[in-house]
């Protein structure tokens, strides 16, 4: 058989009603929580003034529209799927029923910048944050075990030490690899929790940060453009889409976890769907308060432009208002903490039932299919998952690659729309409990958007890219394609079930 076998929807989500180990606890709830929890991370606490500052000045609250308008493009094309195949490989498994086995397999290994990537960038980002809020309580943390191998970082004392690795990096890896480990039903309260916090920080910084807005940083609005594509202007709104995408990752971790959904078919749209409404609303008002706090050029190179415009705020007001705007900055670097842990949690749950979905299709090994008997999570998946994480965060220089992570999961966003319109053609008969409107409308406008998004991206980011995927293909080469079980059906290994 060729390497563009489809599987059925009927195999698939009969596979999946299986004895499956899975543990089915998740409600409607914990759906939205967790597409929170992936979403609200480095992106709005770090991206955003480089985005204001550089491409959009305050119109980044329109670059934020627009990103939101494109991931909630394909966030209804992941929920027709997520409603109407809820298994737990995504997009992965959207195109093996779709595309093929070939195209599928593209997918699953572009995944990985999506998710694992996303999650070794956020723990750098984490790590980061961790420094600035003992730094802020007047604790200062060794240098040397700060950064990537070979990085020259500045002590407290101002002089220059060569890092060693990045210990705090790879310590939040292993507690969120071992939270993952011990339960879905346990992760999802800790994920909740961290969402509840960093939700109620963001809300906090509108609602305190309002009252010291000078309208006169609105103005102008949109700042006439440079002269050159991307600086200021409507192209520059445009590239601070692009740029701040990264800050809307995560929605679609949500369909990763439809095999522990209690009923995936209801609750997968409102999850998916839900948590990018109010993601969107959230960022477009804190963004929007934060370049009303501070002329936007201050925020330039800021690796924390909350912090900047508060300090710009405080620094404008005394007496009690300094002291609560005081206090909203370690409030900040707590909330991103939380939420940078809460993004590497979902990130990090996501990518081991990717992996698993692939190892059932036998494009990995078999022994990646386990679910640990008392658990019921996969583990294996899991730890491979921590160890690649940690030391891609601990000790390479991952931290520039952030772009590649949001090319990455516009690619699968492009493919998930193709995808949908696909799927209508062929089987116009399947039952779709949520429907994507105007399709194919939709869709095709999903991927128009997907697609100049991934274009203002740079030059370097694409070439990354092609490297990535020629990497996967001559895995998929050496192994899948020989493995196959879609292709060359053998039985599963009931014993490694
Ligand atoms: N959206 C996630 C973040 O901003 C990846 O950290």
């Not at 109620?200 to 002269?227: C, E, L």
Request: with cysteine; proline share 5%.
């Amino acid at each position: 058989m060729s390497m563009f076998v489809t599987k059925t929807i009927e195999t698939l989500v009969s596979e999946a009603e299986g004895a499956d180990g899975l543990r089915r606890v998740l409600g409607r709830r914990d759906l939205v929580a967790l597409g929170v929890g992936a979403v609200i991370g480095a992106g709005i606490f770090v991206l955003t003034g480089q985005a204001a500052a550089a491409y959009a000045g305050p119109a980044i609250v329109l670059s934020m529209a627009i990103a939101g308008l494109a991931s909630a493009l394909a966030g209804l094309c992941y929920a027709e799927f997520a409603s109407a195949v809820p298994v737990s490989g995504s997009a992965y498994t959207y195109a093996y029923a779709t595309l093929g086995e070939f195209a599928a397999w593209l997918i699953g290994w572009d995944l990985i910048l999506e998710y694992a990537l996303s999650a070794s960038t956020v723990a750098v980002s984490w790590s980061g944050h961790l420094g600035a809020f003992l730094a802020q309580l007047g604790v200062a943390f060794p240098a040397a075990l700060s950064a990537a191998p070979g990085t020259l970082v500045a002590t407290s004392g101002g002089h220059a030490v060569t890092a060693v690795f990045n210990l705090p990096a790879v310590l939040i890896t292993a507690f969120v690899t071992v939270l993952l480990l011990v339960g879905i039903r346990e992760s999802a309260t800790v994920n909740a929790a961290m969402v509840a916090l960093k939700v109620a920080v963001i809300a906090i910084v509108i609602a305190g940060g309002i009252w010291f807005v000078q309208p006169g940083n609105w103005h102008p609005f949109v700042p006439p453009n440079s002269g050159r594509f991307g600086e200021f202007g409507w192209s520059g709104v445009l590239r601070g889409a692009a740029v701040i995408f990264f800050a809307f990752i995560g929605f679609d971790a949500v369909s990763t976890v439809a095999q522990e959904a209690r009923d995936p078919q209801r609750d997968m749209p409102a999850g998916i769907l839900g948590s990018l409404a109010i993601c969107t609303l959230l960022y477009m008002l804190v963004s929007g308060v934060m370049v009303g706090l501070v002329p936007y050029q201050k925020m330039i190179g800021s690796p924390a432009p909350m912090i900047v415009a508060l300090d710009a705020a405080a620094l404008r007001s005394s007496g009690s208002a300094h002291a609560m705007l005081s206090g909203l900055k370690l409030l900040v670097e707590f909330g991103a903490i939380a939420g940078l842990t809460s993004v590497m949690l979902v990130t990090m749950m996501a990518q081991p039932r990717i992996f698993r979905a692939m190892a059932i299709d036998g494009l990995l090994p078999d022994w990646a299919t386990r679910i640990h008997p008392r658990w019921r999570t996969p583990h294996v998946t899991t730890i491979i998952t921590g160890v690649a994480v940690a030391a891609a965060a601990g000790f390479t220089g991952v931290s520039t690659l952030g772009q590649l992570v949001s090319i990455g999961t516009l690619f699968a966003f492009v493919v998930v729309a193709l995808a949908v319109i696909f799927l209508r053609a062929r089987r116009p008969d399947l039952h779709r409990p949520f429907r994507v409107p105007l399709a194919p409308f939709l869709p095709i406008a999903a991927v128009a958007v997907c697609l100049l998004l991934m274009a203002s991206l740079p030059w370097a980011t694409w070439e990354r890219l092609v490297i990535w995927m020629a990497i996967g293909l001559a895995i998929y080469f050496a192994y899948g394609y020989r493995h196959s079980r879609v292709r060359l059906p053998k039985p599963v290994d009931q014993s490694l079930a």
